[in-house]
């Protein structure tokens, strides 16, 4: 679990980036930051793995004060993955996913071995492997810097706007991988985002930030959509347009399980695995856990 007790960071004594913020993540599970331009959502990730040191407060990972942390070791073990991949240009896409199994010692042959097997798992073909960075397409080198985030095996993965600059159709294709690859792996993955179609897609949870990375409203995509706590978040997330009405349909109308929670625009938004018989038919006000896309 990743803690943040009451942060606050200023930047060169300007007004706090953010301030007296204290949120808990839960493990194994996909939490996204989300909120306007300047809310401090990059603020709150770099503190994770001291990119960033709070000027006052403190994060703990597992109760761990990251602090008391050397920042080299600390980043070792959780995987960053940036909005424009941070891919060292003169190493081969090879090179570059293994670099932290080689910094932590292993022998290179088991590193490139480790890092063929990351190429395969982020949907990248093996023939890539002796390409440079600038020979990738933006799509493929954002697989190539999600495979290096994995190569330590770490527990956490931070990214940062990791999709924002592809294409609508790659960014779809890559947020599914996402999904995909963490039902495999189950890592704890903060996630920040500005685009709230994104944090719905793909937040377990889901943290929607004001300036000063105030928390405005966290909760399962499910429960924000339904209720929104006031009109900053329903103008957040759309719904005071009515784009997001939600209705609530059944896949197997029989059972009552895997319901589909849908927008007015016939958008779905997330799936309610309920055991059988548990909801009501037209229940508006879902409030399970392990809301998911709609495959
Ligand atoms: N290194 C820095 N030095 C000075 N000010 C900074 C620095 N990094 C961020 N800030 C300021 O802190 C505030 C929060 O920035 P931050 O990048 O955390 O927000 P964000 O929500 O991630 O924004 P964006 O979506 O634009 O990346 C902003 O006002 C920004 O200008």
Redesign the pocket.
């Known amino acids: 679990m990743i803690e943040f007790i009451d942060v606050t960071?200023s930047?060169?004594g300007?007004?706090p980036?953010?301030e007296n913020v204290s949120l808990r993540l839960p493990a194994r599970s996909i939490t996204v930051?989300v909120?306007?331009?300047?809310?401090?959502?990059?603020?709150?990730?770099?503190m994770v793995n001291r990119m960033?040191d709070p000027t006052s407060g403190r994060v703990e990972i597992d109760g761990e004060d990251v602090a008391a942390r050397p920042p080299v070791a600390l980043r070792r073990g959780i995987g960053y993955v940036p909005q424009h991949s941070g891919l060292l240009p003169h190493r081969r896409v090879i090179d570059n996913i293994a670099t932290v199994p080689l910094l932590n010692g292993e022998p290179k042959a088991a590193a490139h071995r480790r890092a063929s097997e990351l190429m395969d798992v982020v949907g990248l073909d093996a023939s890539l492997a002796g390409r440079y960075p600038a020979q990738l397409s933006g799509g493929q080198q954002q697989r190539v810097a999600v495979a290096r985030a994995l190569a330590g095996d770490p527990n956490i993965l931070l990214m940062?706007?990791p999709f924002g600059a592809v294409d609508p159709i790659v960014r779809a294709e890559l947020q599914q991988e996402t999904l995909r690859l963490q039902h495999e792996l189950r890592k704890t993955i903060v996630f920040?985002t500005?685009d709230i179609d994104e944090a719905f897609l793909l937040g377990d949870e889901v943290v929607i930030?004001r300036r000063g990375?105030r928390v405005a409203q966290r909760g399962t995509p499910a429960d924000i959509l339904a209720d929104p706590v006031d009109a900053f978040v329903a103008a957040f997330i759309g719904s005071d347009r009515g784009r997001r009405r939600l209705t609530i349909s059944s896949r197997r109308p029989t059972t009552g399980a895997d319901r589909v929670v849908v927008d007015a625009g016939g958008y779905p938004v997330g799936v309610i695995a309920a055991p059988a018989g548990q909801l009501a038919a037209g229940d508006p006000t879902p409030r399970s856990r392990g809301t998911r896309m709609a495959g």
């Open positions: 960071k930047y060169d300007d007004a980036a953010v930051l909120g306007s331009s300047g809310s401090g959502k990059t603020t709150l990730l770099r960033v940062d706007e920040v500005h930030l990375g």
